[in-house]
């Protein structure tokens, strides 16, 4: 069964500065994508950024990239010039391609931005 | 247009109770799942529908949990016999072809 692994609970930094959020996960499918979802208060999970597998190029969104190393199944994301809107749940996920293409989450990492 | 909408919001309900939730769609999407948020956890998991049918249910926890889409668009989440341990956020997020789209859920507290 595939996992994902967010190790970090809580991470906090400064308004305008740079945070990485830190995934691992497990599976043994070629084929996937991931992703990284922001859940707000408002309970809303909304995609942030998503990355095939198959595709070594890191993905950027504007002010988001990630850092996925395949051989290491390391899937993280870098948060640069943070906004008190950063301010959110972030989860980790993983879906298969094929099949169902149900999401598995990690637990997330709560992220606070400090003014 | 519209996004995924799910009611009710918010759900206190007793325990040994039957409560249904609702998810309507964005129009024109086949794919529907739904997913259980426990406090302090990632989404997990229930069902998914490809049109009306259930194609993958692996995830539903027991035989109290059971959900339907008879007409392809609107589905319900149906728990009998509540457990405070169903006390959870239910998410819904409706695909098209790939991307899911999540509701704003329904939170589900058992007293």
């Known amino acids: 069964a595939q996992t994902v692994t967010q190790s970090q609970p809580e991470m906090s930094v400064q308004e305008a500065e740079t945070v990485t959020l830190s995934c691992t996960y497990d599976?043994?499918?070629?084929?996937?994508?991931l992703f990284w979802y922001k859940q707000p208060p408002s309970r809303q999970m909304i995609l942030v950024i998503r990355?095939?597998?198959?595709?070594?190029q890191n993905a950027t969104e504007n002010r988001f990239s990630v850092n996925f190393q395949k051989a290491a199944k390391s899937f993280s994301l870098k948060i640069s010039d943070s906004q008190l809107g950063d301010a959110a749940m972030y989860f980790c996920?993983?879906?298969?391609?094929?099949?169902?293409?149900?999401?598995?989450f990690g637990k997330g990492t709560k992220l606070t931005v400090n003014p | 247009g519209a996004g995924v909408s799910q009611t009710p919001s918010n759900k206190v309900t007793e325990k040994g109770k039957y409560v249904e939730l609702r998810c309507d769609p964005i129009?024109?999407?086949?794919?529907l799942y739904w997913y259980r948020q426990s406090l302090g956890q990632g989404p997990e998991f229930l069902i998914y529908?490809?049109?009306?049918?259930?194609?993958?249910d692996s995830g539903l926890p027991n035989d109290r949990f059971f959900a339907v889409r008879p007409e392809g668009s609107v589905s319900t989440l149906k728990i009998q016999r509540t457990e405070r341990g169903d006390s959870a956020v239910y998410l819904c997020?409706?695909?098209?072809?790939?991307?899911?789209?999540f509701g704003p859920g329904t939170r589900l507290t058992v007293t």
């Open positions: 997020a409706s695909s098209l072809q790939g991307e899911q789209y």
């Open positions: 990355q095939e597998a198959y595709k070594q």
């Open positions: 996920a993983y879906r298969k391609r094929g099949g169902s293409e149900k999401l598995v």
């Open positions: 599976t043994s499918e070629s084929d996937y994508y």
């Open positions: 129009s024109g999407h086949t794919a």
């Open positions: 529908f490809q049109g009306t049918g259930a194609a993958d």
